[in-house]
């Protein structure tokens, strides 16, 4: 089948508000295609084709052909050529890579060439990546969803699941199982706005759990051999040797362990989450990284242990097994109560010590990946900051025809070399299709400026923006960007004048150590 058709159905699944309209179209798209054409149409529609790594950026997308008349592109020619583009490497990949880039962009017609784009930088705005197509596969082959999720769990590729469903229904699925080795989706947690409401969806005395600002990482263990992988499910057990050294000094033959990495001030306060990423993210010597920022390995679950599967264990067992078999300075600080002034005093105890929050877990539930369910629930203390919108880019997909990315900015609040307005990040998220509609219709009335990508307006708008912290940013001109920004609400009572200066997130800044 010919990519447009599959470019086609990604923009109607971009417009369609409802998750179960998203998973027809995309399950009607799947029969059409077969068990041939499928699993590669999986990759290109799910999360898993950013994990091609064919090394393409935005700036390889500048200066390409313009697109053809017709269109001639197969859905597996096209998977075929991204992996041929993400296995060049050594001297010249660059060129050989923008070379295949260029041969396959010339026959992709204009629809093609932007849902390309839009995979290669992983900008693939369609409300559907893996949960929605995981479900999709499961319609399309007629089998139960909740099978094509364990599967996923325990193999990791979308593409190995589809065509595993599509050919060989249920008992295809079931032959996939833990695999001391071979990475497990990592199961997932869902948002609470404080301790008491994580709480009340529990039954009964709930587990808690410092949440730690560090890369989680999921650690296997056969024998002698140790394999480190992230939430992506990268491999990065080079990157990590104290992580391994902490794995081969457990007291097991083999083990499946969930937890984080993080780096740790003398204090035993975490550094700032950026060297912990860029000391995961690094390539050079890991050894001498090591003694620039030393990880520290910390355990919240236990998946396998000596042969034996505890994925579907109540999560009590599980932590019971990993009391056993991890002493308690490699695990995360864990408690169970029902009481609110204990979960309370916990919360703010792992605050205290520079930590995110915690995590409120179900002790009867097991390990469900992949997944943000009822099972475990993150509760994090919420900033907000009433900004100034002084930008916006045009949107996407279903947002198409209206202003959507905010630049958001901070008044300089008379710091030198700063300007009227400093600017600290970029938000789409938190708007409703009326505020969608509302502000494109406010901004364009405040328009100074434009240019094909975005709109700039005159810093009129208060606009209050909830985050999660604060990180060093040398893209901005205060060295400083919000965390995980989204919008509350637009703030029509308030003047420009009266937003937050530049000196309160420096204030948030101190308060997380940066």
């Given at each position: 089948m010919l990519l447009r058709h599959l470019a086609l159905t990604s923009r109607a699944v971009a417009a369609e508000p409802g998750r179960r309209a998203k998973t027809d179209l995309l399950a009607e798209c799947l029969r059409d295609l077969g068990p041939e054409e499928a699993p590669a149409a999986v990759v290109l529609l799910s999360g898993e084709s950013q994990r091609l790594r064919t090394g393409i950026g935005p700036a390889a997308l500048r200066d390409l052909p313009p697109p053809a008349a017709e269109p001639v592109l197969g859905v597996r020619q096209t998977e075929r050529i991204l992996e041929e583009i993400a296995a060049v490497h050594g001297a010249g990949a660059q060129a050989g890579r923008h070379r295949l880039l260029a041969g396959l962009f010339e026959r992709a017609t204009d629809v093609e060439q932007g849902f390309l784009r839009a995979v290669l930088v992983g900008d693939l705005r369609q409300g559907a990546l893996d949960a929605v197509v995981a479900d999709a596969v499961a319609r399309a082959a007629g089998v139960p969803a909740a099978a094509v999720r364990r599967a996923l769990m325990f193999r990791g590729s979308a593409r190995a699941v589809a065509a595993a469903a599509l050919t060989g229904g249920v008992p295809a699925l079931a032959r996939f199982r833990l695999e001391v080795g071979r990475p497990v989706r990592p199961m997932l947690a869902a948002s609470a706005p404080e301790v008491g409401a994580a709480l009340e969806r529990i039954t009964g005395p709930a587990a808690l759990e410092w949440k730690l600002d560090g890369i989680r990482l999921q650690v296997h263990r056969d024998g002698g051999e140790v394999a480190a992988f992230t939430r992506s499910l990268d491999d990065i057990t080079a990157r990590v040797p104290e992580v391994v050294e902490a794995a081969l000094a457990l007291p097991v033959r083999s083990a499946v362990l969930d937890g984080e990495a993080i780096a740790l001030g003398a204090d035993g306060r975490p550094r700032p989450f950026q060297e912990t990423a860029a000391r995961t993210a690094a390539r050079r010597d890991p050894d001498r990284l090591r003694a620039e920022v030393p990880l520290s390995a910390?355990?919240?679950?236990?998946l396998h242990l000596d042969g034996e599967d505890l994925v579907d264990r109540p999560g009590r067992e599980r932590w019971a097994a990993l009391s056993g078999a991890v002493p308690a300075e490699l695990r995360v600080p864990h408690t169970e109560t029902g009481d609110h002034d204990e979960a309370l005093a916990f919360?703010?105890?792992?605050?205290?010590?520079?930590?995110?929050?915690v995590l409120v877990k179900d002790p009867d539930a097991g390990y469900q990946a992949g997944r943000r369910g009822a099972g475990w629930i993150k509760v994090k203390p919420r900033h907000t900051l009433d900004l100034v919108v002084?930008?916006?880019e045009w949107g996407s997909g279903r947002r198409r025809g209206f202003l959507s990315n905010l630049h958001l900015g901070a008044r300089a609040g008379g710091e030198a070399g700063l300007g009227?307005?400093?600017?600290l990040g970029k938000t789409?998220?938190?708007?409703?299709d009326e505020t969608l509609a509302w502000q494109t219709g406010a901004l364009l009335a405040r328009e100074v400026e434009r240019d094909a990508r975005a709109v700039r307006v005159r810093p009129e708008l208060v606009v209050e923006i909830a985050f999660d912290g604060v990180q060093r940013s040398p893209r901005y001109p205060a060295g400083l960007a919000l965390r995980f920004a989204r919008v509350v609400r637009y703030r029509p009572d308030k003047a420009a004048a009266e937003a937050d200066t530049v000196a309160a997130v420096r204030e948030i800044a101190a308060a997380e150590g940066l």
């Open positions: 910390h355990f919240f679950d236990l919360f703010r105890a792992a605050l205290a010590r520079g930590h995110e929050g002084l930008a916006a009227p307005w400093v600017m789409f998220k938190g708007l409703t």
